[in-house]
C-alpha cells in the first residue's frame, strides 16, 4: 500500500519563500510519476507541479512556472515543492499525489492520473 505525508506547510509573508516534502511509501518509488495540487478555499483543487519517475520530466501551472520547483530523492522515497515569491493568492492545502500504477495516458494535471493522495498541509501567505 503506498501512503504519502506532507509536511513543511506554514503561515508566511509575501515574498517569502516554503519548501514543502512528502514522505512516500512503497518499494518502487522511483518508478512514481508524483504530483503536488493545491485547494483554496471556495475553489476547485488544481495542479501545480509534476514529476517524473527518475526526475528527469516536470510540469508546472502556468501560476507558479518559474517560482516553484518540484525536485524529488528516489534513494530517501521524498518529493518536495520548493516555492518562492510567495503571493496571497497562493494560499491553500497543498496536497502530494502519487501515481504507481503508471496511469501515462492522463496527462500531469489530471487528479484521475493519482491513486493515492496525501492528508494535505495548509500554506498560508498574508499581505
Known amino acids: 500500500q503506498v501512503q504519502l505525508v506532507e509536511s513543511g506547510g506554514g503561515l508566511v509573508q509575501a515574498g517569502a519563500s516554503l519548501r514543502l516534502s512528502c514522505a512516500v511509501s512503497g518499494r518502487t518509488f522511483s518508478s512514481y510519476f508524483m504530483g503536488w495540487f493545491r485547494q483554496a478555499p471556495g475553489k476547485a483543487r488544481e495542479f501545480v507541479a509534476g514529476?517524473?519517475?527518475?526526475?528527469?520530466?516536470?510540469n508546472y501551472a502556468d501560476s507558479v512556472k518559474g517560482r516553484f520547483t518540484i525536485s524529488r530523492d528516489n534513494a530517501k522515497n521524498t518529493v518536495s515543492l520548493q516555492m518562492g515569491s510567495l503571493k496571497p493568492e497562493d494560499t491553500a492545502i497543498y496536497y502530494c499525489?502519487?501515481?504507481?500504477?503508471?496511469?501515462?495516458?492522463?496527462?500531469?494535471?489530471?487528479?484521475?492520473?493519482?491513486?493515492?493522495w496525501g492528508q494535505g498541509t495548509q500554506v498560508t501567505v498574508s499581505s
Open positions: 514529476i517524473s519517475g527518475p526526475g528527469d520530466v516536470t
Open positions: 499525489a502519487a501515481d504507481w500504477r503508471g496511469r501515462n495516458y492522463y496527462s500531469a494535471h489530471a487528479e484521475a492520473r493519482y491513486e493515492e
